[in-house]
Structure formats: C-alpha cells, structure tokens
C-alpha cells in the first residue's frame, strides 16, 4: 500500500466518523433537524395532535397526513422571536396534559384558551398557513390562472 492511498482512506475515515457522530439516531429525536430549539419526539407528536384538532381530517386530509407538525416546527425555529419560542415552548409543555386524549378534548382544550395566548396564536397562524401553502390546496383547491386570466370573446357589452 502506498502513502497516498493510505492517507486517503484515513481522510475518509474521519469524514465518515464526523458525519456519523453528528446525526442524532436516537428514537426520541424528532423527525427534522432543529437549531435554536430542543424538541424531542414526543413533543414533536403532541403537536401533530394539537394541528390535527385544529385542522381534523374530513373529505380532505387533517393536518397531521398533511405534516404540517413538521411546518409548525421549522417556522418556530426559523422565523420565531426566542421570547416567542420560550412562551410556546412553555404552552406546549402545559399542553401535555391533553395529549392521547379524544380529538373533542383537545379541541376544547384549545378553545379554552385566552384570545391573546401567544401559544395558541402561533400554532394557528403557522397550522393554517401550512395547510394554505401545502401542495394538496395548491393542487387540489386553487384553481391558477395565468394572469391576465381568461380571454373570452364572445362576452356580450351592455351599454
């Protein structure tokens, strides 16, 4: 063997061993990558109960087979204040209490909350903003037209 190859599978050893040690297997991490906060993944499931009894399934699919948990948690971490965070972070863990419990529960529980709950105004605004920019209501509920719209020419004038 000569050096250059040695050094070369050395290299990729270590590259390996620092890719390896950087990802988190463990069962209780949650689906996606976070930076500013720590979820874990039975937060990660409380709050696809909570988007679910926002938005529940019916003829359409509910927030939690649309991933919208997942959505609600990237935009916690990216484009939420960290006082924000700390005041969600803090809901979600007295949400606890609801979690496995029937979907009228849940929902009963969100209600009940104050109007001006930074909590629940976070997870509404991003849950519904979620399912407003999904690829199911882009694909299924909107109907584009490409501007400037329809030409219709045989539209009568009145006047």
Known sequence: M???????QMFIMAGGLMIATSCDFSPKAPSIQ?????LDKGDEDLLAE??????????????????LHLFVMKMLDDCTSPEDQ?????????AE?????????????????????????????RTLQGYKNSEYVMKNKLKYELVPGRYD???KMEG
Do not use: C, H, M, W
């Open 2 to 8: 000569n050096r250059r190859s040695a050094l070369k």
């Open 34 to 38: 976070l930076k500013t906060i720590s």
């Open 50 to 67: 909570l988007v679910e009894a926002i938005l529940p399934k019916t003829d359409s699919p509910g927030a939690r087979e649309l991933n």
């Open 86 to 94: 700390k005041t969600f972070l803090a809901g979600l863990k007295a």
């Open 97 to 125: 209490k609801v979690k496995g419990k029937p979907l009228a529960d849940q929902q009963a529980y969100l209600t009940g909350l104050p109007a001006d709950d930074i909590f629940f105004k976070i997870l509404k605004r």
């Open 153 to 155: 020419g045989a539209v």
